[in-house]
Structures are given as C-alpha cells and as structure tokens.
C-alpha cells in the first residue's frame, strides 16, 4: 500500500472515531435529558383514577428509580467518554509529544555540557 493510501486509512479511522464519540455524546446526554423530563412529569399530581393511589405512588417510584438509574448509566457512560478522549489527546498529539521531547533534549544536553565544563575545570 502506498504513503498516500496509508494516511487516508488513518484520516478515515480517526474521523470515524471522532463521529462515534460525538455520536456517544449526543445519545447520552439524550438520555440524561429525556430520563429527567419523564422523572418531572411523574410529579405532576393527577386527578383520582381506577387504579388505588398508593399502586400508582409504588409504580411511579418504581419508575423512578428505573429513569435514575438510566440517567447514572448515562453519566458514567459520559465520564468515560472524557477519560477515552483524554487518552486519545495524549496518545495522538504528536507534536506537543515531539516538543517535549525536544525541551527535555535541550535541557539534559545543558546539564551534560555544564557538567563537562565543571570536570574540565577541576582536571585543570
């Protein structure tokens, strides 16, 4: 395979990496809203019905406690989003990786010539 379709095949990964993430994001914090706005509309206060009041009170808890936990699967869905584009960052960003590398060069090439001239300078 040649140079050229080598850099196309990682330009099409990461862009299909980037657009699950993106695609991971929208779901949960669509999730999150959606699960919320049911729980608020399982407060509103109804008028009697057929079914005993303290039936309805245990489903509607029952069916809070269901959306919460969605909601908290989402959360944690979305904190390890974060930690996955943390370490895509770290992993990918190349050229901070290269500079730092390169300070730290320059800064142990300092130290090693500054020790050189200090022994130079005691032989003498």
Known sequence: MSQGGVKRDIALSKDALLKSYRKRLKDDVRSMSDNFSEIVKLCRIEDETQVVTATQAEDYA?????????????????????????????????????????????????????????????RD
């Not at 969605?70 to 996955?84: C, H, I, P, Q, T």
Request: glycine letters at 2%; aromatic letters at 4%.
């Open 62 to 122: 029952l069916e809070m406690q269901v959306r919460a936990s969605n909601m908290v699967r989402a959360g944690e869905s979305l904190m390890k989003l974060v930690s996955d584009l943390k370490q895509y960052l770290i992993l990918n960003d190349f050229p901070s990786v290269n500079e730092a590398i390169a300070q730290n060069s320059n800064v142990f090439k300092e130290t090693q010539a500054s020790c050189d001239t200090k022994l130079t300078q005691m």
